[in-house]
């Protein structure tokens, strides 16, 4: 049995060795020869003269060297040409032809990729979730014939697959590219500003296509469940190339019931975190982080603590001096003169270091913070008394009790109001039935009829009803809002106020 370190067997990790090589320019062009076109095969002679056309030059035994040490890695193998040659010396010619191995290929190209991406924000693929949505409808229509289209099912289903990877890879570099930016301390200034509206209007649009697609998705993935049996087995019909050994060859995403159970798992989140939910954790964090950011450069601005300014003057000055005089500068900005002790007298008590005595080894001397902040030693400020915190709890519990009086008056006055378009109310009134209104549209997006939004420390229901031509304009005497498309009526709850929100029939 061969060890897997042989040139025969060579570890896989072994394909990645080019890359950080003494020459890997040259590994690199030379792999560049081989992926560049289908099925190519070259000798060492052919890979020095295309190297040279393109500036490279390499002799032909260096080539051979080259591509030799690629095979011994994997990267390359023997070219497969026909040797019936007349002469020895076109025989071995003939053995010596290259071509790129699969894993060989698999990794120069991704390689390349890394090598020529951009260190800045990459752009998510958020519209590939509605047509998943459209995809995954066209595959339950495709299931759902007495005949389904193997071909068609296949395109579909491999598209969906595709999709969700370029989304989640496009979703981890954008907030991988996030955490390096907040990571950074000297965030400020321009750059600070355009990357807030950058963070927020972009997650922003992240995060509400994620919360409109993903239900539907998690859906129609529920629905598909019961007739993955049909899918896999319409997709098996279709050929399937088998390796020389006996062994199937391996099959694109979405072939397998695992497949399908991941991707419903990171819609739903059947067991664990589901991904919207995941985007959204990582949104929140990336706001509150930006918010620390807010804070730190404000708190800077306010007590003097920053000095970036000053350093970055402090850094043109020695950008623009000879060493002698940069050498002077340092010494002047950051007090590094030579050391020198001077004993205080024999009236202090103990030994004391000398003259000659290094600051490495000498005694550290305790300084008053008083001292080393403002320079003297006057005592500031006086103990404070500790503060009684009955006076604000009951402050805050009379504020809470007002609060709570006037949203009843409010909903009394709503409940009086009854019919909601024309009616004119107080500003509290208007504030009760916009955050009422807020709550009921956000749980009912897809309002396909009437609903109603309760709630139960009020006990007051909003009950909204969708009319196209129709609209509900409340005025009060700080202005008037308009809610197009919707009939709105403000009474009582019918069942006492237990439920948050219904649907009616």
């Keep these: ?147 389904p289209d193997a071909v068609a099912l296949a395109a579909d289903v491999t598209t969906v697959f595709n999709n969700q990877q370029l989304f989640n890879e496009s979703v981890r570099d954008f907030y991988a590219y996030l955490n390096g930016i907040l990571s950074r301390y000297d965030l400020a200034g321009e750059e600070y500003h355009r990357f807030k509206e950058l963070l927020l209007e972009y997650i922003d649009l992240i995060t509400a296509d994620v919360s409109r697609h993903a239900p539907a998705i998690a859906a129609r ?113 950051f007090g590094t003169y030579p050391a020198r002790h001077l004993s205080g007298g024999p009236e202090e008590p103990g030994s004391r270091d000398g003259a000659s005595t290094s600051w490495w080894d000498a005694s550290p001397v305790d300084v008053p913070i008083s001292l080393r902040d403002r320079g003297d030693r006057t005592a500031r400020g006086r103990t404070s008394s500790v503060p009684d915190p009955g006076l604000d709890a009951e402050r805050l519990l009379a504020q809470a009790r007002e609060e709570a009086r006037e949203r009843r008056l409010a909903a009394t006055e709503l409940v009086a109001a009854g019919e909601l378009d024309g009616a004119r109310v107080s500003p509290a009134a208007r504030e009760l039935v916009l955050g009422l209104l807020s709550a009921l549209l956000a749980r009912h997006q897809d309002m396909a009829g009437p609903v109603v939004e309760t709630n139960t420390d009020l006990d007051l229901a909003i009950a909204a009803q969708p009319v196209p031509d129709a609209s509900t304009t409340l005025h009060s005497k700080d202005g008037a809002i308009t809610v197009h498309g919707l009939r709105l009526v403000a009474r009582r709850p019918a069942s006492g106020g237990r439920a948050r929100s219904e649907r009616t029939a």
């Design 1 to 147: 049995m061969d060890s897997p370190n042989d040139n025969r067997n060579p570890p896989r990790t072994s394909l990645y060795a080019y890359l950080g090589a003494a020459q890997a320019t040259e590994y690199r062009a030379i792999m560049g020869l081989f992926t560049g076109t289908l099925l190519i095969d070259l000798s060492a002679g052919e890979v020095a003269h295309r190297l040279g056309e393109q500036g490279i030059p390499l002799s032909v035994d260096d080539a051979t060297l080259r591509c030799r040490q690629l095979e011994s890695w994997g990267n390359l193998v023997r070219g497969v040409r026909d040797a019936r040659v007349p002469t020895v010396n076109d025989f071995l010619k003939a053995r010596g032809r290259y071509q790129a191995s699969k894993l060989g290929g698999r990794v120069h190209r991704d390689a390349e990729a890394v090598l020529a991406a951009g260190d800045g924000a990459q752009e998510v693929a958020r519209e590939l979730l509605g047509a998943t949505v459209h995809l995954l409808d066209q595959v339950l229509d495709r299931v759902s014939a007495p005949e």
């Design 221 to 333: 993935c529920a629905r598909l469940v019961p007739r993955l049996d049909v899918v896999l087995a319409t997709l098996d019909d279709l050929p399937v190339p088998t390796t020389p050994d006996g062994t199937p060859a391996d099959r694109l995403p979405g072939r397998c019931r695992a497949d399908w159970e991941r991707l419903h798992d990171w819609y739903a989140g059947t067991t664990g975190r589901s991904g919207p939910d995941t985007l959204r954790a990582a949104a929140d964090q990336a706001l509150r982080q930006l918010l620390t950011n807010a804070k730190r450069m404000l708190a800077a601005a306010g007590t003097g603590v920053s000095r970036r300014a000053d350093l970055l003057r402090l850094a043109s000055w020695f950008d623009g001096v000879d060493a002698i005089a940069a050498h002077r500068l340092f010494g002047a900005t």
